[in-house]
């Protein structure tokens, strides 16, 4: 109730008091009226859809840019918020530090379909092809723009490279000099703060570091109560680059920590029908990075690429430790005048100490996995400046489903300056998780059935991995159309037919009919006898999906900018019925994602001081969860007294007190209500 009550008279207050201030001394500041125009954006070079520098207005894929204004303008405080300004991007809370997140359907919080980059180091974890969001962070303010490729980019990027790629690029060394502190809280934000200083080794030699922590309340479960999912963080980093006449590099690392905790619904027993217990975790981890880049020529370069990567007592997927070790490298160099040619190799390796409980639990404690590959592509103009194709495949070997081909072609057909249309044509696999090769998965204990079994034993039924789970593959058929229809106006369209086939299913086998590793370890965690009644996993199911998606930015007015996008994905599966209601990824495909989601955000200058941003949401019901559609608001005012100084005041889900998003697939975690909440505070660069 008191938010409620505070919420509009803190809005009319910093409103009133910044105008009249502003007003008062307007023009004393130079202030770049809402970024970029339209031509500078459409000429923005990003390197995530060909591993190199393009122009966005260039690029045959559907791709869209999200920019450091972007994301200083929506208030959005971690990297999965800033994320739902993208067409085609499926993003629901969990919790307070768990979310779903994936391209172009196959949503969960294990979603698997989709490869996520931070600079280029892949943050994808062994145990479920997916990522850990709450240890993807970094500085908000030292992020230069996050690349959303909607559609596979597997050929260039590797496995897992599916329905898409997000790669979050942060800004060189040379970009953040100077000091930048901020800080602020409020309701849901309780308190967050920030440093950050950039200096000179040398006139060559930039470097950074900085510092960041915060506390977030917990969520509600659907009776009111408390999730306990509180979450604190800290996280420190460093970025040094280098930059000769030939030859670029840069070694970055970072650390962190995590207090974090999950509220588990155990599964049913005879003696217990629900029972939820509650995991706090202490995480911490970190990573280091090295890339040295040298210009041979004009057209002609290589680069080289490791990283380091481990995270120990890592809670979603529940392991002791996670580390992973990558070394890549890329050459591109003209052919035969026409041709632009690039290949690259590229190694990975995974080492996974899991962890063992009622729950879950793992036959083989500790695993390493190893990815081997190699890409090839050529670009060339069948006509000069109007038609532009490029092909490529990326052969590759692992440890978990073998030998995998990538194939992919693209073709753009530049009908005028400003208008171009592109289609493409992508062959991408989706590699078997550890779990799905040795998990082991209790999903309740039944009591004795002698009718049907033969036995006076109760019967376990768990969910077992198996070492013949193969490769998800999907054949995808793309089409897109820009235009600019003037300085003001650019829309953005893109259509897509995706065909999946060995999607993960799964089948009831004969009861007791298991390893005896698997008969072991089962008995070791209950320590009864029971009769295991097998639920294991096959590539049984197959679906197809196709959708599109549509984004529009509009400057009606030189301090006005308004940004829209619209999304729709229809999904069919086949897959075993009796287990539709288990695997939301495979039976549940359709409904666990919402057929249509809208944004529409509105960036109004009211003065060079003064900045009024609105942040309007649609996303449809997700009936595999029994979730509802929502529609919600975020609203951020930010006034700057004198130059490099802003406070700023946000409101984040202000249409309802709070509203359900999403639901953990697999691990079954308490049901959680996203709160409405309101944060202030201050940022100063010097």
């Keep these: 109730m008191l938010i409620n009550t505070y919420i509009p008279i803190l809005i009319f207050s910093f409103l009133f008091l910044a105008h009249h201030q502003a007003k008062a001394s307007e023009g004393d500041i130079n202030s770049a009226v809402l970024g970029m125009s339209l031509e500078e954006l459409m000429n923005v070079e990003v390197i995530s859809a060909s591993k190199k520098e393009q122009k966005l207005n260039t690029v045959t894929s559907a791709i869209f840019v999200i920019t450091n204004e972007d994301i200083r303008r929506s208030g959005a405080t971690n990297i999965p918020d800033a994320l739902r300004m993208a067409p085609g991007v499926q993003v629901a809370r969990i919790g307070t530090d768990k979310w779903s997140i994936s391209i172009r359907g196959f949503n969960g919080r294990f979603a698997n379909k989709l490869l996520v980059l931070m600079d280029g180091r892949s943050v994808y974890t062994p145990f479920s092809s997916g990522v850990v969001w709450s240890q993807q962070d970094t500085l908000m303010e030292d992020i230069e723009r996050i690349e959303v490729i909607r559609g596979p980019a597997a050929t260039l990027w590797g496995v897992n490279a599916v329905n898409g790629v997000i790669n979050i690029i942060t800004k060189s060394a040379e970009k953040t000099q100077g000091t930048l502190l901020t800080a602020g809280g409020g309701s849901f934000e309780q308190g967050f703060v920030g440093a950050r200083y950039g200096g000179k080794i040398n006139q060559k030699t930039p470097f950074r570091i900085y510092a960041k922590g915060f506390m977030r309340d917990h969520t509600t479960t659907l009776s009111g109560n408390s999730a306990n999912d509180s979450w604190d963080s800290a996280r420190a980093g460093f970025r040094v680059d280098y930059s000769g006449d030939l030859d670029t590099f840069v070694a970055q690392g970072d650390v962190f920590f995590n207090n974090i905790a999950d509220t588990v619904q155990l599964p049913p027993s005879p003696q217990v029908q629900s029972a939820m217990d509650t995991i706090h975790r202490n995480e911490f981890g970190g990573n280091i990075r090295f890339r040295w880049d040298r210009k041979l020529s004009e057209q002609s370069s290589f680069m080289f690429q490791t990283y380091y990567d481990r995270v120990n007592h890592q809670l979603g997927p529940l392991a002791n430790s996670v580390e992973s070790f990558d070394t890549e490298f890329q050459h591109r160099f003209p052919l035969w005048k026409t041709h632009e040619f690039t290949w690259g190799l590229n190694f990975r390796l995974y080492h996974s100490n899991a962890e063992n409980t009622p729950v879950t639990s793992f036959t083989t404690r500790k695993e390493t996995d190893y990815f081997i590959s190699g890409f090839l592509r050529d670009e060339f103009d069948l006509l000069p400046e109007r038609l532009k194709l490029s092909v490529g495949t990326r052969i590759g070997y692992n440890n978990l489903s073998g030998f995998e081909i990538q194939p992919n072609a693209r ?49 376990l039924q768990a969910v077992l991995g198996s070492s013949s789970f193969s490769s998800e593959k999907l054949l995808a058929y793309e089409i897109g159309y820009r235009h600019q229809f003037n300085q003001n106006l650019l829309i953005d369209i893109a259509g897509f037919f995706n065909d999946y086939s060995n999607l993960r299913d799964f089948a009831i086998g004969m009861p007791g009919s298991i390893s005896q590793k698997q008969r072991d370890l089962i008995f070791s965690v209950f320590q009864q006898n029971l009769l295991v009644l097998p639920i294991s996993f096959n590539n049984g199911a197959s679906a197809i999906s196709y959708g599109a998606e549509v984004s529009i930015d509009w400057h009606p007015h030189k301090r006005w ?87 700023f005041l946000v409101g984040q889900n202000l249409f309802k007190e709070n509203h359900r998003e999403s639901q953990s697939d697999f691990i079954n975690t308490v049901s959680a209500r996203i709160p409405r909440g309101i944060y202030t505070g201050v940022r100063w660069e010097f």
Excluded: C
């Design 561 to 647: 900018r308004v940004q829209g996008s619209y999304s729709y994905i229809n999904i069919h599966t086949k897959s075993n019925p009796l287990f539709r209601d288990v695997d939301a990824s495979t039976g549940g495909a359709n409904s666990a994602n919402p057929h249509h989601q809208l944004s529409l955000r509105s960036n109004y200058d009211l003065t060079e001081r003064l900045q009024f941003n609105l942040w309007l949401r649609y996303v449809d019901k997700l009936s595999f969860y029994n979730i509802s559609d929502y529609i919600t608001m975020d609203v951020k005012m930010s006034w700057k007294p004198v130059r490099n100084l802003e406070f």
């Design 411 to 459: 073709i753009m057909w530049t009908l005028n300056p400003r208008s171009s249309v592109w289609a493409s044509v992508s062959r991408a696999v989706r590699t078997p998780a550890r779990g799905e090769h040795d998990v082991i998965i209790n999903q309740g204990i039944l009591p004795p059935q002698p009718a049907f079994t033969g036995s006076q034993l109760p019967i």
